[in-house]
Every structure is written in C-alpha cells, then in structure tokens.
C-alpha cells in the first residue's frame, strides 16, 4: 500500500455528495488535500501569498471543470491542474524566472513553521538552519526532479500517478526521484553531520 495515501472511496463519495447540492462535502475535500496541495505550491514560488493565490485557482479551476472529470484518482487530477496552474502563472507573470533557483535568502522554509516547542536554544537554532539546508537543496533540484520529490513527498501520490501527472513513464519517473535523493543525500550530508556532533 502506497504511504501517507487517502483512500479514494471519501473523495469520490464527497464528490458524489457535492454534485447533489452538499456544500459541506467541498470543504472536506479541500481540507484533505489541503496540505499537501499547498506544500506543492510553496515548491514552486516559495511566497506564501503567492501559493496561496494558486491554491485557490487550483480549486476554482477543478470546480470549473468538475462536470468533466471522470478519473479515479481526483488528488492526481487535482495536483495535475495546479502543475498546469503554476507553470501558467510563471511564465505569464515572471518569464525570467528559474524555476530550479534556490529561494530568496530569509525566505522560511515549510519544515519551520511545523517545528515542535521544546528544544534546547542551540539544538532549535541547528534544527530552523537544517529545514533551510533542506529547503535550498530541494529548490536547487532540477524541476522534473524537484516536482517528483514535492509530489512524492508532499502529496504521497504513487509513481503511476507522478508520471501521469509529468507525462512520462513510470520508470522516468522513478529515476528522477532517486537522483533527486542521490542529490539531496549529497547535498545534505555535511548539514547532518554538523548536526550529530556533541555541543560543546
């Protein structure tokens, strides 16, 4: 069974309940896919407000659409038209953008505003610099990979749906998710390594 993966059976049953008229059923469904699909986002702007702006177009568009969807797999679908959205808006709004540019310097990474309260003042100082480590090195991922890891990682989606999503095949997909781990392992290890020695 595929990791941190909803089951299909309330979304399409929420779906079902939406379409007859059950306004409560659109808030589940955004509230299950809520995280995730803005994590996804982040990934590509790393501005909240501007994540936030395409996560409601995301939705906006799948409402628009909804009457033509007839897939089994509505977090792929839905992760679909926020790719869609997001590549739309970077080369509309910003042509000269990177996508594969680390974020601005001072920009706070997804991973700090999840940290638990508790540790000491030198180990939470180590922790908020490992997440931007983790952050820069995500962003500096070539997209195709960088994208598989945020849809892997941040939506859960099995590969079949990633290379559905990228318009690749399963195999492509599967190895651009281990260089993206070889890289990040690269990348991260001197982090770590700071990490586990002794404060003096």
Request: glycine share 4%; proline share 9%; net charge positive.
């Amino acid at each position: 069974m595929e990791p941190h993966l909803p089951a299909e059976q309330p979304d399409a049953a929420d779906l079902a309940a939406f379409r007859r008229g059950d306004a409560q059923a659109l808030d589940r469904l955004v509230e299950r896919h809520r995280r995730p699909l803005f994590a996804f986002l982040f990934r590509f702007t790393a501005d909240a407000a501007q994540a936030d702006d395409w996560f409601q177009d995301t939705w906006a568009r799948a409402l628009r659409g909804l009457d033509r969807y007839r897939q089994r797999h509505f977090r792929a679908w839905l992760f679909r038209i926020a790719r869609n959205l997001a590549i739309d808006h970077a080369r509309r709004l910003r042509p000269a953008l990177v996508l594969d540019a680390p974020p601005p310097e001072g920009t706070a990474a997804p991973l700090d505003r999840l940290s638990s309260p508790g540790p000491a003042p030198d180990r939470a100082a180590a922790a908020h610099e490992l997440g931007d480590r983790i952050a820069a090195a995500v962003a500096a991922l070539p997209p195709d990979q960088r994208e598989v890891f945020s849809l892997r990682m941040d939506a859960g989606l099995p590969f079949r749906d990633i290379a559905a999503i990228q318009r690749c095949s399963v195999n492509t997909a599967l190895a651009r998710m281990q260089y993206a781990l070889a890289k990040l392992r690269t990348a991260l290890a001197p982090a770590y390594r700071e990490l586990e020695e002794p404060v003096p």
